[in-house]
């Protein structure tokens, strides 16, 4: 923005200097704004706001600098200053566009175009070159890049096509093209409105009309090319795909005869004129999903849209950023929806709109009047495209809405034209329908894939519904992705991760589409079964477990009799491991894997045999039956052996591993993950989840807190960090779960470190919750409730209760993990309700001498604190102290003998209280801190124990 002054003077107080911003200039002495030299009227704090923003020059205004600034100081309500920008709108009329609104953030103000005062001060600007486009009514968003891009091609050629489809905007973007480039041609920017007309007849006389020349002059070369010759111009023609063969006779003569014009075109599909330069405009970038950052989700053009034009309907918008990012979605960016979908914002509310998007046509259809009728609502825009399609494309067209995500065109032919036996048919056919902007092309793949927008999607599901043929379909669509779950199953084994995410992955939303149509009322289920029984890998690959758990129970609860032995142990094995990691160890879990295991045997099915015992293994040991879960590692690394399946023997290596760790046979747990490592180090199995998780990372995690226990606190830090690290980079939820939950979060807890298990505990119930993985979900809360109780926080006696009874619903095993021992003595501490842990004290209370877990000290430990005699306490500890000797177990010992030590000091028995606590310190690894051994030491200087020796 340029200041002036109506004199050369310097002086900076004159009343007359102003500065102008567009096609205004304001004086702020004065209190004067003027619109091309004259006054528009404004109220005086509407004037004191948009002073600010001037000043501020493009920059963003805060809402509370723009009060503090205005107001001087006095409290106001945000409601003033929102009428304020309201009153600013109405005075800028179609400049309204200029005042930008950025979402709990403030406003700024954005000048399309500066040009100086004269020296008389408020002088009328420049004539512009002539022009009859319409002023724009609201700022264009998210298209400089386009903008600088569209230009460029005019460096080519004097022909250039932004082709789309329906609603992308193409119109607004020409019509600001050609404004900011009104000022490089001296005939001016000229505009042909074909939308308007329907006749070849009329084309001619609208195109003269808009060139300013006679009708019947276009259609005669020797007086075109008289009037056409020294004119320099922009002839911007919109919406031409009805009418493209005689606008391009009529273009290329005029392009023909007036060397110094230029012409932008606006058409679904190019016109094919010999040096058309075309520019596919793409539908504005969407955030991510579960964008939930203002600032992060305000970068993407779509959100930045529908934002803006929200408000511009209602006053005062409490913008949900994950919804409105969810709606920019599921609208693919199209900004015509997105200005149709903002108008319903004031009547149904941002979460109203993304309900009502599955029913999309009639929610869209707030267009504005004035706009051309088929861009009143997004189903006359799609209506007009389709019906500019032959019978062979529109019959294409709708059957391909079959598709839920991208397809190839080995799809395509099988699914929407089998009718043909040649494959170019199909291939021209979406050819045409890539040129008519009605399908996407991606060409960065290795096969190229095609993908209609959602929005169009649904409206070719109605016509294909109208049609008559969505059952016909659907079967096709069917049968040929239970094709495709058959070779992902066969490839699962074969292929490397990241190649059969790469082949496979994408069809999942189609596999779901096809078991959705195999299970209804008109759909056939042996398709069905024949998918689910080979979908265990995408379950697995992409975390589903508690989808696959939904879907095998409705099948089994349709078909339990039915099945064939080979159909029924493949969904059970499904099932067993979609219960383990949806639910937990409970009943219906052991249930599933039993049959499966059962049917296993009979069949002679080495890998379903493995995946039985790998999955009974898990439920044994979440349920507490640790020496079950060591039969079943056994058995599994026997049979493993036998077939010579040397990765089966490295995971049953493993799982025997923690089986013995949860035993308290923590060295030869030890041993045993560390030989499973080994094998992983070296080789790396061409499918990581092979058994549901990563096993290499499972193993990093599960042998950090053995170290921890062993008293080698520090490296099991260490080693929980890569192995989450790892997790993270391998992009599989289950395995970051693991690593998360049994490594990270375990072994902080155990330190004591409450912070670091906060944070990590709400990531591992984010992505639980947002997988369906319900175990890892209540692990995830019950580390959460621990870093609130150790907090000392009161926490409600209702949560203390709902987290023990969600433990026992799930069947999980309460000594899994030292997590309510903490609480428990936390809350005796602080003198809260027992009530609720009551379970967990009897426990602790009540052990037997038979007793023997990788916790068996520390949950005695914990029970002594709860023992009201003191020489029960002691005799208590003393057997605690005496577990963690035979365990091996340093950290528990060290623990434990703190405990002890206090104990006899305070029964004035010192001289056993210090030798106990010598012993543990001197057997505690020296490389090694943390809270326990800092606990030590401030004991031992109590006690008055030199330990610098």
Known sequence: MKATSSSPSNDQTRDDKGVEFGRYSIFPRLRLLLREGAKVDINTRAFDVLWVLVQADGELVSKDQLIDTVWSGVVVEENNLQAQMSAIRRTLGPDRGMIRTEFGRGYRLVAESRTPHSEKGASEAMRSPPSNLPLPLTSLLGRAA????????????????????????KTRIALELGRRLAGHFQDGVHLAEIGKISEDELVGPTLAGALQIPSSNIEHADRIGFLLSSRQLLLIVDNCEHLAGPISRNVETILCHGPMIKVLITSQEPLGLDGEQIYRLAPLAVPPPDTRDL????????????AERSSANVQSLDLDVEVASAICQRLDGLPLALELAAARVSTLGVRGVLAALDDRFNLLTAGRRTALSRHRTLRATVDWSYHLLDSDEQRLFCRLALFASSFDAQAARAVAAPESDDPWFSLDLLGGLVGKSLLLLDLNRATPRYRLLESIRFYALEKLAERGDVDLSAARHAAYFVEITRSASDDWKKLPTEDWRATFENAIDDIRAALDWSFSAKGDLRIGVSMLACATPFWIQLSLHDECRRRITQALDRLADALNPDDEMALMAALGTALSWAIGPVIETRAAWHKALTLARELRANEIELQARYGLWLYNLRSGSYRLALEHAEEMLQLSTASNDSEAQAVGRRICGVAQHFLGNHDLAR????????????????????????????GLSFLSRILWVQGFGDQGKEMSAAAAAEARALDHANTLCCALAEGWCTVHALDGDREAVRREAKRLQHIAREHGLGFWSTYGDLFELWAQVCDEGEVPVSRL?????????LGFDQEYSTLFSDILLTAQRNKWDPTALRPISSLLLSRCESDSSWGEPEFRRAGSHLNNSPSEAIAGLRKALSISHRQGAKAWTLKVATDLATMLASQGDNDEARSTLVAALESFPAATAGRDLAAARALASRLGLDLSR
């Open 146 to 169: 386009d903008l600088r891009e569209i230009e460029q091609l005019f460096n080519k050629s004097r022909l250039v096509t932004i082709t789309g489809t329906g609603g992308v905007g």
């Open 801 to 809: 209760a709902a987290a023990v009874a969600s433990v026992e619903r």
């Open 671 to 698: 041993e045993l993950i560390e030989s499973s490592l080994r094998w992983f180090d070296v080789n790396r199995p061409q499918q990581a989840f092979r058994f549901g998780i990563d096993q290499r990372i499972a």
């Open 295 to 306: 600032d992060v989700a305000m970068a993407y053009p779509a959100f930045e849209l529908f």
